[in-house]
């Protein structure tokens, strides 16, 4: 499952991923019998809202932590160029259930933007159809969200729509499933478009200089640090810090500590809601002139709360 933290009467912590909170919950359900709590798992894993586990500790963030204010500001953005609304086109994996992208179509709409097609992509070959159908949709342009996740089904994707000759100029995808380490794939079909991620490893800032530099020390300069290896690193690190702060490897102690204390991470001071999932800074990312990573071009300092009850 992951890397295990121990003391003398065992597993205090687990540093990994479970295909759910309920699985994990049973899993650890009646360990540790002496009064110390179940082990707590770290997940990096970027979440869907829904599951909230007491044992389990959401370092990753949820998906709608980077969607929410990402629409915002393209839909604030098209307001500033004069337009009246930002027609959008969803592509989604057959991993989202109709239940969230009616959800999500209800929030664009909020925002007073218009959702023109909403389409899952359930296999590379039919990636070329889908383009065509965007196209006639919105002939005059507008925002693709593409919420895949798998990247040979997200190049094949924006490969359709440059075969179709669909710029990004007035074609910008917003990609939200996409990792760092999958630049090296989709290559220059990225240029110009947008990617939302919690982290991104061209920050500035001094903790984020720190981590680049233990990584590329221990793993080499061309390793591919994406905003899960980032989230696997700040698990850690509060990990430690709460058992400092609380005195003990006890789970419910150590949970306090981190729902009262700041959580210092290489992406920025955050917060650990009661829910177990950490708040996130919003930050919308492209393609840099090498091609070789994405920087940032626009971000919000403001920590994003997670909303358990949306996506």
Not at 288 to 295: A, E
């Amino acid at each position: 499952m992951g890397t295990f933290a121990l003391d003398d009467q065992g597993v205090v912590a687990i540093f990994g991923r479970s295909p759910s909170d309920k699985s994990y919950q049973s899993a650890v359900s009646g360990t540790r019998a002496a009064g110390s709590g179940a082990p707590l798992l770290f997940s990096p894993s970027r979440s869907m809202a829904g599951e909230c586990s007491e044992q389990v500790v959401h370092m990753g963030g949820l998906v709608n932590q980077q969607l929410s204010p990402a629409l915002k500001y393209f839909s604030r953005r098209s307001r500033s160029a004069g337009r009246s609304t930002m027609s959008f086109y969803i592509v989604s994996p057959p991993s989202w259930s109709q239940s969230s992208l009616t959800a999500l179509e209800a929030h664009i709409k909020s925002l007073g933007d218009e959702v023109v097609g909403s389409e899952t992509l359930r296999s590379t070959a039919a990636a070329a159809t889908l383009a065509k159908n965007i196209q006639n949709a919105m002939p005059a342009g507008g925002m693709v969200l593409s919420l895949l996740e798998d990247v040979e089904m997200s190049v094949a994707f924006m490969q359709a729509m440059r075969d179709r000759q669909m710029p990004a100029g007035a074609f910008p995808v917003l990609l939200t499933g996409i990792l760092e380490s999958d630049i090296g794939k989709c290559g220059d079909l990225l240029q110009n478009h947008f990617a939302s991620l919690p982290y991104f490893p061209s920050l500035g800032t001094p903790d984020n200089t720190l981590f680049l530099g233990l990584m590329q020390e221990w793993y080499g300069v061309d390793y591919a640090i994406t905003d899960q290896v980032e989230a696997g690193f700040a698990s850690v690190m509060a990990w430690t810090a709460a058992v400092k702060h609380a005195k003990s490897f006890t789970s419910r102690p150590v949970l306090k500590a981190l729902w009262t204390e700041p959580v210092q991470t290489p992406s920025g001071v955050l917060s650990l809601s009661g829910s177990n999932y950490i708040s996130t800074i919003f930050r919308l990312g492209t393609l840099n002139g090498r091609g070789t990573g994405f920087r940032v071009v626009a971000e919000d300092a403001a920590e994003v709360k997670p909303d358990v009850f949306w996506l």
